[in-house]
């Protein structure tokens, strides 16, 4: 009798720590459909939208080539590495200070966060996504 109750504690505690180290790692990994190259026209103050390509590439590299519609024909071209935050699904495009430089990871398309970083809300909220390029 002494032997079946050991068997049924190391069978529970190995089913435990089983079960606890899944629940660790479900939200700490990194999606690996989120790459690729998104698109559109986002808003801009003192112009008719800012043309915006975002490439995502599997190394941590981006190039983010913006062209400011009705100015100039001129196209602007950053390229650095990002860094994946799994605290909201968001990556960070790092080395880029003068404009925002966080998006947030969606279905399909990547969201531009507001210069401090929070999610853009309200009525425009809708013109500051970029989809996916198939």
């Known amino acids: 009798m002494k ?15 089983g079960c606890h180290r899944s629940q660790n790692t ?8 989120f790459h690729g190259t998104y698109l559109g026209i986002l808003p ?12 995502l590439h599997k190394d941590n590299t ?3 080539k913006t062209k400011y519609l009705g ?15 799994n ?13 925002p430089n966080k998006y947030f990871v969606d279905e399909g398309a990547i969201v531009q966060a507001d210069m401090d970083g929070e999610r853009i809300t309200g009525e425009l909220s809708m013109n500051y996504i970029l989809r996916k390029s198939l």
């Open 87 to 99: 605290l909201e699904n968001e990556i960070i495009l790092q080395g880029i200070t003068n404009a």
């Open 71 to 85: 100015k100039d024909d001129n196209q602007e071209t950053e390229t650095g590495t990002y860094k994946w935050s």
């Open 26 to 33: 479900q939200n700490t990994s990194v999606p690996t459909d």
């Open 44 to 55: 801009c103050a003192d112009c008719e939208g800012i043309e915006t390509e975002i490439i």
């Open 3 to 17: 032997r079946f109750f050991v068997i049924l504690l190391v069978t529970f505690v190995a089913f435990s720590l």
């Open 62 to 64: 981006y190039v983010k």
